[in-house]
């Protein structure tokens, strides 16, 4: 009897085998997810920007990049994440600012930021995760100058 047993389990795991290696790799990739939507930017304070967008179906999170657009001479308007607004140029890149690793999460608080600075957004969606991660299209922008 043990050796039926046996038997069935290892030709129950052969076939379980040939299953999986029938089913193309893409199968087990992660989808490309849709862009976000409706991004929008409300000012709470002379530091803080809050961010809103609608939710990604299928998303398992979301990146937040941030680019400088102008500030007060001679401030350091981004804790260093971001040059001075004396560097400011339009040639000034995105930085990724937050990696929110739930696709339930649709809102984000920019912190930390500099009195009367003007700061552009935008927001993607990922699917999958570490290095495996697929991502969507970026966000339309959306600008915010803080409260002086």
């Not at 299928?58 to 971001?82: E, F, H, M, Q």
């Not at 009195?115 to 969606?125: I, L, S």
């Amino acid at each position: 009897m043990r050796k039926k047993t046996t038997a069935l389990l290892l030709c129950a795991l052969l076939l379980l085998s040939a299953v999986i290696a029938a089913v193309p790799a893409e199968a087990y990739a992660a989808t490309t997810p849709a862009q976000v939507k409706s991004l929008t930017a409300t000012v709470n304070s002379s530091s803080k920007v809050t961010l809103k967008w609608k939710k990604v179906s299928g998303a398992s999170g979301y990146v937040i990049y941030r680019k400088l657009i102008s500030a007060p001479s001679g401030t350091d308007a981004n804790s260093g994440a971001t040059p001075k607004a004396s560097s400011v140029t339009s040639e000034t890149r995105y930085t990724k600012i937050a990696v929110i690793t739930s696709g339930k999460t649709v809102t984000y608080k920019s912190t930390g930021l500099t009195a009367g600075a003007t700061y552009r957004y935008y927001v993607k969606a990922y699917t999958g995760s570490g290095a495996n991660r697929v991502y969507g299209k970026a966000s339309k922008t959306v600008t915010a100058t803080t409260e002086d």
